[in-house]
Each structure stands twice: as structure tokens, then as C-alpha cells.
Nanobody, 130 residues
Framework: QGQLVESGGGLVQPGGSLRLACAVS????????IAWFRQAPGKEREFVAG????????YYRNSVKGRFTISRDNAEMTAYLQMNSLNAEDTAVYFC???????????????????????WGQGTQVTVSS
């Protein structure tokens, strides 16, 4: 049974930074497209960023472009989300997700849909507040 475990969440002031990590076990990590989603109270889960199997292609939602960076270390079987210039709108539970069913020709809608991803972590809380 595979597992995804997030870490690195916490309380940070506006303008601050956090680095989330997603440690993967029980899977062939290099076969996985990894994504980060987030869910704020009362809102739907939304795609934040994704990274291809080899790390050569990355994808971001518009509101985090230039502030967040997704990366992966296939040797360590870990994916990361570096978050800078955080603001209150970034407050949410952040989830790591994975799928083997990724294609570079996949539509934007499919790539950013939670239903595309079959493996999920338990989430880590990120709170941006002064």
C-alpha cells in the first residue's frame, strides 16, 4: 500500500515563506506525476501546482505563479512546494496528490481536477496571519 505524507505546514506571517514536503513510499516515485492541492474552509479543493515524472514540466495556478515553486527529488522520493510571499488567501489545508495516468497532452481541466489523482496525503495546515 502506497503512502503520501505531507509535512512543513504551520503559521506564518503575511509575506513569509514555507516549504512543504511530500514523502512518498510504496510507489515507484519516478512513475508518478505529483501535484499539490489546497482546500480552504467552505471552499472546494483546488489545484495549486504539478510536476511531471522527470521534473522537466511544471504547472501552476495563476494566483501562485512567481511565488510558489514545485520541485521533486526522485532519489529521495520526495516532492516539495516552496511558498514565498504568502498572503491570507493562501491559508488552507495543503494536500499532496499523485497519479500514474498523466499525459503531456492531458487537458488543463483534467490536469487540475482532483478526480485525476488516485493517491492522496492526509494534508498539512498552512495559516497565514499576523
Amino acid at each position: 500500500q502506497g503512502q503520501l505524507v505531507e509535512s512543513g505546514g504551520g503559521l506564518v506571517q503575511p509575506g513569509g515563506s514555507l516549504r512543504l514536503a511530500c514523502a512518498v513510499s510504496g510507489h515507484t516515485f519516478s512513475d508518478l506525476f505529483i501535484a499539490w492541492f489546497r482546500q480552504a474552509p467552505g471552499k472546494e479543493r483546488e489545484f495549486v501546482a504539478g510536476i511531471s515524472k522527470g521534473g522537466g514540466n511544471t504547472y501552476y495556478r495563476n494566483s501562485v505563479k512567481g511565488r510558489f515553486t514545485i520541485s521533486r527529488d526522485n532519489a529521495e522520493m520526495t516532492a516539495y512546494l516552496q511558498m514565498n510571499s504568502l498572503n491570507a488567501e493562501d491559508t488552507a489545508v495543503y494536500f499532496c496528490a499523485a497519479t500514474t495516468n498523466f499525459s503531456p497532452t492531458m487537458s488543463l481541466r483534467a490536469r487540475t481536477s482532483a478526480t485525476t489523482y488516485g493517491e492522496w496525503g492526509q494534508g498539512t495546515q498552512v495559516t497565514v496571519s499576523s
